[in-house]
């Protein structure tokens, strides 16, 4: 009888420990998908945050784009009007290529091929002809093969070209004004 008794002792001690240890990790547990579930919904402002900062960006390098060549064509420059047109499909595919570059290093080089070629399949050769042969910041943004360097990239084609337009304006004495 007092061996029953033990037994049910130590049974009744160890029920009330697991109890006690099964509460702990369930208040564990629920802490912890409240946790997941915050940082699912911070994540995904983020994410939203960020595909409207590549469409405003876009949107501004489109719009930047366009201005450059009717000053292009107002000031009859050919040689900048067939730049420009070489840089369109980069500045046309801007948030796609934001969006890649966002998921890691190494996918600029990848994802700006698929869209010049979707455009004309010799584009993107004379692409990367007018960066090799370019400024040495080109060449190091595009080296670089990340969303910094894709950043710096547009903006430095973009205001090259908007100082060209401005120098043509000036050279050629005409109604071009930047």
């Known amino acids: 009888m007092f061996f029953v008794l033990i037994i049910t002792f130590v049974f009744v001690v160890v029920s009330i420990y697991f109890f006690f240890r099964a509460e702990k990790l369930q208040r564990q547990l629920i802490s912890q998908k409240r946790d997941v579930l915050a940082t699912s919904k911070e994540n995904k402002v983020l994410v939203d945050s960020l595909?409207?900062?590549?469409?405003?960006?876009?949107e501004?390098?489109?719009?930047?784009?366009?201005?450059?060549k009717v000053q292009a064509k107002e000031c009859e420059s050919e040689q900048l009007i067939i730049h420009l047109e070489l840089i369109s499909p980069l500045i046309n595919n801007y948030s796609i290529i934001f969006r890649e570059c966002l998921k890691g290093r190494g996918r600029l080089k990848a994802v700006s091929k698929k869209c010049f070629e979707n455009h004309d399949s010799a584009a993107f050769k004379k692409f990367v002809?007018?960066?090799v042969t370019g400024d040495k910041r080109l060449k190091r943004y595009w080296s670089s093969d990340n969303l910094n360097g894709f950043l710096f990239l547009v903006d430095a084609l973009l205001t090259a070209d908007d100082s060209s337009v401005g120098s043509l304006a000036k050279n050629k004495k005409s109604i071009c004004i930047p």
């Open 51 to 58: 595909t409207l900062i590549a469409t405003r960006g876009q």
């Open 60 to 68: 501004f390098a489109k719009q930047k784009l366009e201005h450059l």
């Open 129 to 131: 002809a007018l960066i």
